[in-house]
């Protein structure tokens, strides 16, 4: 399956490649484009990531172990517990693996969030 394709992907992450877009109150959103036969930058924290393009990946551990593989679709979106921390995705496919990542760091609530980002009840989002 997957597994065997691993040995193709050799290249390390390309800092290059990764994109900051927002770095506030804690909260860090990127675009992270990741070849085919590439791996991207681990993923630290816990994160949404929307995917661009998607691509057939393995999902690789911090000691470059393979956790698992599949194929994110393009539109899907991962929530925060959906990956084993740290990890890093390896594109198996033909074309680029195109991810926005939002990095939410353990212990990031609302709650930690300024006043000024903050509802003031369950009805504010209504005006917003």
């Avoid at 990764?18 to 990741?34: A, K, P, S, Y």
């Avoid at 979106?77 to 594109?91: E, S, T």
Wanted: with cysteine; net charge positive.
């Amino acid at each position: 399956m997957m597994s065997k394709n691993i040995r193709t992907v050799t290249a390390p992450p390309d800092p290059a490649r990764r994109m900051v877009l927002v770095r506030q109150d804690g909260v860090t959103c990127w675009t992270e484009r990741i070849p085919p036969g590439s791996s991207g930058v681990p993923h630290r924290y816990p994160s949404i990531t929307l995917v661009l393009a998607g691509a057939p990946v393995e999902i690789i551990d911090e000691q470059d172990r393979v956790c698992g593989g599949t194929r994110l679709l393009t539109g899907h979106v991962l929530g925060r517990d959906a990956l084993p921390l740290p990890c890093r995705f390896a594109n198996l496919g033909d074309r680029n693996l195109v991810l926005v990542v939002i990095e939410l760091p353990i212990g990031t609530t609302t709650f930690d969030a300024p006043r000024s980002h903050r509802m003031n009840s369950p009805g504010d989002h209504r005006r917003l």
